[in-house]
């Protein structure tokens, strides 16, 4: 019994809700008492090719299942990728081509095994079943749940209410997704909170198919680098698993002080006391946050490199941006002029994605020659050899004259 509880204690950890936590302790006692696993279902639609830090959320809960010797099934929705899930969009989202499927669904078989056991992993797809339903089985499966519950779903219910088109396809994206929990026998689900509405079609069809509904566990939207929204490479406030170490470090010290305690519970195995006392200590002035969070930025690097790798890239932020020193190492850039604006060096070295922006950040002093700030855009710098261009924070290029 203990052995159930301690596992509750571990699953319930950073979940915003677990429907239902009876449910669960009952499951774990049954799936104990008959030596079985659990089978425990992530899906993810192919749609973006990366995995970032807000997708490990849910990856690390999945891990936590294996630790515990349960069996974890990611499904590739290649089928369902084909319509598009209508999660969060206030219009029907481009269908992809099965080549863009194709090529995303296999990132994400390289990608997901650095934060789970791949050998106790099964990669399933719901084109499996999904392809193979004719019109009469759709047309069963639409039978089993009515438009007035659909419309309960915030954004078709907004879609709705402002008139905007909502295709019959999106009203089926949830009954496939549930019906995958049917086919695949789930005894658990797991998403972000924006997934709650589908994660509950599955337990209400699996009723349906005469078996014993999921347990549900809903994971928080990790907010990104802003600490504003929710962490997305489309709004570029992003970590990628697969960027360089020393990069990885350099964002993740951006991040608000107020947001890295999420990011210690979510993202590292610290017991929630230390990181309470942690907390604690740099209210009370007794500890620098900056010295946390560089901690924080080498326990979750060190998941996807190596330890060493890690602490190397907080020795190289600190020489940079502690001591102001360059960089270790530096991207050479070969000029021929002789001579060249500090816009014209931006745009250049392809620092800069736009002129605009690169004025804007050369007035407020964030370019610098061999660590000087140089603040017209359009004044002459003289091009010498070996000379190294700052611009930013993070930034750095040596140029080798021609």
Not at 32 to 37: H, L, N, Q, T
Not at 252 to 267: G, K, R
Request: net charge neutral.
């Amino acid at each position: 019994m203990t052995k159930i509880k301690e596992a509750l204690e571990i699953l319930k950890r950073g979940c915003v809700e677990v429907i239902s936590i009876e449910e669960l302790e009952n499951k774990l006692k049954l799936a104990e008492k008959e030596s079985r696993k659990l089978v425990v279902k992530l899906g993810a639609d192919p749609s973006a090719p990366d995995i970032h830090l807000g997708h490990v959320v849910v990856l690390r809960k999945l891990r936590q299942f294996q630790d515990l010797g349960h069996e974890v099934q990611f499904l590739i929705g290649d089928f369902t990728g084909l319509i598009g899930d209508p999660t969060g969009k206030s219009k029907t989202r481009p269908v992809l081509t099965k080549e863009e499927i194709g090529k995303n669904a296999q990132t994400y078989r390289d990608q997901i095994g650095s934060v789970l056991d791949m050998k106790r992993t099964k990669i399933v797809f719901n084109s499996d079943w999904l392809s193979k339903m004719n019109f009469q089985d759709v047309l069963m499966l639409a039978g089993k749940y009515t438009v007035a519950r659909m419309l309960e779903r915030d954004d078709f219910e907004n879609r709705y209410k402002t008139h905007q088109p909502i295709s019959i396809s999106e009203f089926l994206y949830p009954l496939m997704q549930g019906y995958d929990s049917v086919a695949m026998k789930a005894d658990v689900e797991l998403g972000g909170t924006d997934q709650k509405f589908n994660l509950l079609v599955g337990r209400s069809l699996q009723r349906e198919y005469g078996q014993v509904p999921q347990v549900i566990l809903t994971m928080p939207l990790l907010v990104g680098l802003d600490g504003v929204e929710k962490m997305s490479k489309s709004l570029g406030n992003y970590v990628g698993i697969s960027e360089a170490p020393k990069d990885m470090f350099g964002k993740l010290m951006s991040i608000p002080d107020n947001i890295m305690w999420n990011y210690w519970e979510l993202l590292t195995d610290h017991d929630m006391n230390e990181i309470k006392k942690m907390k604690n200590e740099v209210e009370e002035g007794k500890l620098h946050p900056m010295t946390v969070k560089k901690d924080l930025a080498v326990e979750i690097i060190s998941q996807f490199h190596t330890h060493e790798e890690a602490k190397g890239a907080r020795d190289e932020f600190e020489k940079v941006f502690s001591k102001k020193e360059n960089p270790t190492d530096m991207e050479e850039y070969a000029v021929s002029e002789s001579e060249l604006s500090p816009l014209d060096i931006s745009v250049v070295l392809g620092f800069a994605p736009s002129k605009s922006e690169a004025k804007r950040l050369i007035k407020q002093g964030g370019f610098k020659v061999d660590g000087k700030p140089v603040t017209d855009p359009f004044s002459s710098v003289t091009i010498t050899d070996g000379m190294v261009i700052k611009y930013g924070k993070r930034k750095f290029g040596k140029i080798i004259k021609k």
